[in-house]
């Protein structure tokens, strides 16, 4: 049960920062990292179904866009927003896991960002923030030890987690008028709205968050 207090207690405190920090440049940086998944998730989804990934930008206003030739449309707009929800996840059982070195995670995190960097990102804000982000994640990976590296993955996996959710809010539900994933996905196939699209995600969204919540407090 004190296992479980603690449990309550941490997440408690990490969200509670979450939520004050939300709007300072201390979350900025990982907000602009969940932005990056959203964009490799698409790219991931491109190639995989055969197509060709062009380029990838992201802007300094949180957004960002994947430029592609063919591949499967279907997965490969689904995928951004799910995506990057996935990708928390992983983080986040990875730094609940104390079998899993952290720190190798954290670099290969770190490594990953910046090749995709040097061989995707395709504008000045993008590039200069994927390197930069890329080598402050090996840095750290190496210098800050084991338990502060799980401490920085973990911190990683619930933002991504949370950002998801927020953004499907934010760019589809209060604003189905944006050209968002859900719009094109909607005009593509002929089914449904941006609206429908958006409370899809959303639902799985949040149906996978409270999941991963409800493993961890039986692992506390």
């Known amino acids: 049960m004190k296992r479980k207090i603690r449990f309550l207690l941490g997440f408690g405190l990490f969200f509670a920062g979450l939520w004050f920090l939300w709007d300072t440049p201390v979350v900025y940086p990982l907000k602009i990292f969940v932005v990056l998944l959203h964009e490799a998730s698409h790219a991931l989804a491109v190639v995989s179904t055969g197509g060709t990934l062009e380029r990838i930008t992201l802007s300094p ?17 689904s995928a951004g927003y799910l995506g990057s929800l996935l990708w928390g996840g992983l983080m986040f059982t990875a730094a609940r896991n104390r079998r899993v070195r952290a720190d ?5 995190i770190g490594v990953t960002v910046i090749l995709l960097t040097v061989f995707f990102i395709r504008n000045t804000f993008g590039l200069v923030f994927g390197i930069f982000f890329g080598v402050a994640m090996v840095a750290a990976s190496q210098r800050i030890g084991g338990s502060w590296n799980r401490r920085l993955l973990l911190a990683l996996g619930l933002t991504s987690a949370l950002y998801a959710i927020l953004d499907i809010k934010s760019d589809v539900l209060d604003r189905p008028e944006l050209e968002s994933d859900a719009h094109m996905l909607a005009e593509l196939t002929g089914v449904g709205t941006t609206t429908t699209w958006g409370i899809l995600w959303i639902t799985i969204a949040v149906a996978f968050a409270t999941w991963l919540m409800l493993r961890a407090w039986d692992d506390a």
């Open 104 to 108: 190798w995670v954290n670099g290969f």
């Open 61 to 77: 206003y949180q957004g960002g866009a994947t430029y592609f030739r063919g591949g499967n449309a279907l997965l490969a707009l």
